[in-house]
């Protein structure tokens, strides 16, 4: 999806950069990256980097960088662009999904996705550049990126330092520091829903969206919360904040 | 940022942070933070981290550090100026952010869970 927007754009001097979150590194994003069969730079951050330089709390989020390597729009929602055929997805679920999954596409369909007002922004932007009204000045990003205290930056540490104990095997200790990086970052998805993925129920591709406890052994679970009681918490049309111009 | 030992080169830790040590102090962009220490080629970084308000996580047991990012405001952004990211791709090969100049950029975070 976001492929064929970047081959439409790429004439124009518009370059896209993905980058997947994870923890299990190349392992974790080969399949998806080697199916989109990019054409752009596509990385892999196993550290989440992301959130430490560019405040990234969530996915899918977009950053905007101009000509020079000014950021022109902080991390924000980045709705894949509008489909003329109302396809979402190009991967196809099976018709014996378990129910949990039933309940998390119920609640992931309510999530707030800004598509219109988001491409058509960034269609602008990439015409008229410094003129489109989309481009904030230097000010309006610093202002507009994540608020981050002491303690957050705190929960930035403990959340590195779990993401290289899992990648050294070092599992009961990573889950000790993710969930002090929870604790202390109660606003990032990216933070929980790592951690959650690490916590594997059921085999092939979708044991890492399962993001909960495996009903046949709940008392293992080792986190406060997991993806739908946490959506339903604050509310699925909550999970996103509105795109603003 | 990741450490394997208490103490880093100038380079490794411009990298890992996005800070830039200078004799003025560690800039990013406009941005520039005196360091009670001038910087040498070897990084103190419990005391850098010190100045510029980053915590240090350490994890003795297994012989690790973990350094968060700076919180000299209150945002996640200290300026406008793009760090130069630098990660790597499937094959393993460093992308950097900066080989990207003069073109309009669209940094797009996922991930496969």
């Known amino acids: 999806m976001w492929q064929v927007l970047r081959s439409e754009l790429h004439p124009k001097g518009f370059e896209l950069v993905t980058v997947g979150l994870d923890t299990e590194g190349a392992a974790g994003c080969r399949a ?38 000014m950021i022109v729009r902080p991390a924000e929602t980045a709705p894949a662009p509008p489909q003329p055929d109302g396809k979402t997805s190009r991967f196809s679920l099976p018709a014996d999904l ?9 609640e ?10 988001y491409h058509a922004a960034l269609r602008d932007w990439v015409e008229r550049g410094a003129e489109s009204a989309f481009a904030l000045p230097p000010d309006a990003v610093v202002e507009r990126s994540r608020p981050r205290d002491h303690s957050k930056a705190l929960g930035h540490a403990h959340f590195q330092l779990a993401a290289q104990l899992e990648m050294d095997g070092h599992h009961a200790a990573a889950v000790r520091h993710f969930r002090e990086a929870h604790r202390l970052v109660p606003d990032s998805w990216t933070f929980r829903r790592q951690a959650w993925s690490l916590e594997r129920v059921g085999e092939g591709p ?17 986190y406060e919360g997991d993806w739908l009681s946490d959506v339903r918490k604050i509310g699925a049309e909550n999970y996103s904040e509105p795109w603003r111009p | 940022m990741l450490l394997r030992s ?16 200078k004799p003025e102090g560690a800039c990013r962009g406009e941005v520039c933070i005196p360091l009670s220490q001038p910087p040498g ?24 550090w973990a350094l968060g990012p700076a919180s000299t405001g209150s945002r996640a952004l200290a ?15 460093e992308f950097r952010l900066s080989s990207l100049r003069g073109q309009k950029v669209l940094l797009y975070a996922w991930a496969p869970y």
């Not at chain 1, 990256?33 to 990019?38: F, N, T, W």
């Not at chain 1, 992931?108 to 007002?117: C, G, N, S, V």
């Not at chain 1, 399962?210 to 008392?219: E, H, M, R, T």
């Open chain 2, 6 to 21: 208490p103490r880093v080169s100038k380079s490794e830790f411009e990298a890992g942070t996005g800070w830039q040590l």
């Open chain 2, 79 to 93: 300026t406008a100026q793009a760090p130069d990211l630098r990660l790597p791709d499937l094959s393993g090969k």
């Open chain 2, 41 to 64: 080629e070897s990084v103190d970084v419990a005391r850098v981290a010190k100045d510029l308000g980053m915590p240090l996580v350490a994890e003795a047991e297994f012989g690790l």
């Open chain 1, 206 to 222: 979708l044991a890492r969206f399962w993001q909960g406890p495996n009903p046949d052994a709940s008392g293992a679970w080792p």
């Open chain 1, 98 to 106: 378990p129910p949990r999954f039933v309940e998390i596409r119920a």
């Open chain 1, 32 to 69: 998806f990256i080697e199916a989109a069969r990019p054409e752009h730079p596509s990385l892999i951050d196993r550290h989440h980097v992301l959130a430490d330089l560019f405040g990234v709390i969530n996915i899918p989020s977009s950053v905007w960088i101009d000509e020079n390597g």
């Open chain 1, 108 to 117: 992931a369909a309510k999530i707030r996705k800004d598509t219109q007002a």
